[in-house]
Nanobody
Framework: QVQLVESGGGLVQAGGSLRLSCTGTGIRFSVYDMAWHRQAPGEQRESVAIVSSITSETKYVDSVKGRFTISLDNAKNTVYLQMNNLKPEDSAVYYC????????WGQGTQVTVSS
């Protein structure tokens, strides 16, 4: 059974940092494009960052470029999202994803940024 488990969310003041982690069981992250998505209340889920399993190329939504970094540790089967200089508009539930929208999803972790 495939499971993706996120951790690292919480409450932080604007300008602060958090590092999200997502660890998988029953799945090898190294064969999937890995991504972080987020969904704020009343909003559609959006892709925040993605790392290619083939090229290791990373892509980010414009609103987080220069502040967020996605990385993959294949030995630990864990993907990270380092989030710096957080803003209130970054507040959302963050989801780990393997293999695109029709792939595998974690249960989400709440990130709340206070102003």
């Amino acid at each position: 059974q495939v499971q993706l488990v996120e951790s690292g969310g919480g409450l932080v003041q604007a300008g602060g940092s958090l590092r999200l982690s997502c660890t998988g069981t029953g799945i090898r992250f190294s064969v999937y494009d890995m991504a972080w998505h987020r969904q704020a209340p009343g909003e559609q889920r959006e892709s925040v960052a993605i790392v290619s399993s083939i090229t290791s190329e990373t892509k980010y939504v414009d609103s987080v470029k220069g502040r967020f970094t996605i990385s993959l540790d294949n030995a630990k089967n864990t993907v990270y999202l380092q989030m710096n200089n957080l803003k209130p508009e970054d507040s959302a539930v963050y989801y780990c994803n393997a293999g695109g929208r029709l792939g595998f999803w974690g249960q989400g972790t709440q990130v709340t940024v206070s102003s």
